[in-house]
């Protein structure tokens, strides 16, 4: 992975996976893939947020929450904030949230 930073979260208004894009777009389910394979792309204290993160939307998810509702649950705001920050100012506001939305529609 690229040293520029990679965005991770749910697309705006659509289900999506817990999920990072790496810089040259990659899409990685932090759901299922081991952190080795996106933990590169983040600094450690925004890997510790994101594992959290993702840990907090399982559970919520195994207690019956709607995956949708469980982001709710599981992004930090504040992380979650932050990192979407530094990638819009990479990016542009909308390139990455466009990329997750198709890749929800794709998964079904």
Not at 53 to 67: D, E, K, N
Not at 98 to 107: M, N, T
């Amino acid at each position: 992975m690229s040293s520029r930073p990679a965005y991770w979260g749910f697309s705006e208004g659509d289900y999506t996976p817990p999920c990072v894009i790496t810089s040259d777009n990659q899409i990685i389910d932090l759901a299922t893939a081991p952190v080795q394979t996106w933990a590169g792309a983040f600094d450690p204290e925004e890997v510790e947020i994101i594992k959290d993160a993702v840990t907090r939307w399982q559970i919520a998810v195994a207690a019956g929450a709607a995956p949708e509702d469980a982001a709710g649950y599981g992004w930090a705001g504040e992380g979650f904030g932050y990192l979407a920050w530094k990638q819009r100012e990479i990016d542009g506001e909308h390139c990455e949230q466009e990329k997750l939305r198709e890749w929800s529609r794709q998964r079904g």
